[in-house]
């Protein structure tokens, strides 16, 4: 074989090996349909007209979790909470503590959270999916379960969305009274 047919078979081999790169690592939402960050940006840009993707409808955005750094070119909020801290007090052993922290969009764009995140899998956390307009207010609903837990506790939820800083914390906080354990020193 001569060496232009070597060159050939070359060249054609590793533009091959760049198009499968391409088709696996990120190329196939260009292939196939809208990447996340362009369904953000449509939904965000969307918010004049209440015109809201479906992408919104359905929960969380795939992909996204507490650790995340920053939304991809999502323009950046503020988000304030009117309280970021529940004592609960005293609680017995067993029962579901529930709690809604209200929340204001203090920025001047739409607030997008893509994820709320409990530091146990007994506090659990439910966020509106939608985007919240400037000005606007939310709820993050969270369910704290007290079997197995006596004693003095304190659970973060990580709240994570187009804000500065990325992650915001809520805590919830009390003493759970056991079964057959009084109640600690200090506890209410």
Known sequence: MDKSKKIQIGLLVLLALLISINFIGGGIQNWFGKSEGD?????????????????FSTGN????NSNAT???????TTIKY????????????GTVVKYRYKFTNTGSEPLIISNAK???GCTVPTWPKQPIP???????????????KPGRQTKQVTVTGNTMPTDT?????????GKDQPVTKGGK
């Not at 920053?70 to 950046?76: C, S, T």
């Not at 914390?169 to 009274?177: D, K, M, N, Q, S």
């Open 70 to 76: 920053e939304l991809p070119n999502v323009p950046v």
């Open 118 to 120: 409990g530091s146990c």
């Open 61 to 64: 955005i795939p992909g996204t």
């Open 39 to 55: 369904k953000i940006r449509e939904s965000a840009a969307g918010m004049a007209s209440d015109t809201r993707p479906a992408a």
């Open 169 to 177: 914390h809520l805590e919830i906080t009390g003493e759970v009274r």
């Open 82 to 93: 009117d309280q970021a801290t529940y004592d609960f007090g005293v609680a017995d052993e």
């Open 134 to 148: 400037p000005g606007g207010k939310g709820e993050i609903a969270v369910e704290f379960d007290t079997k197995g």
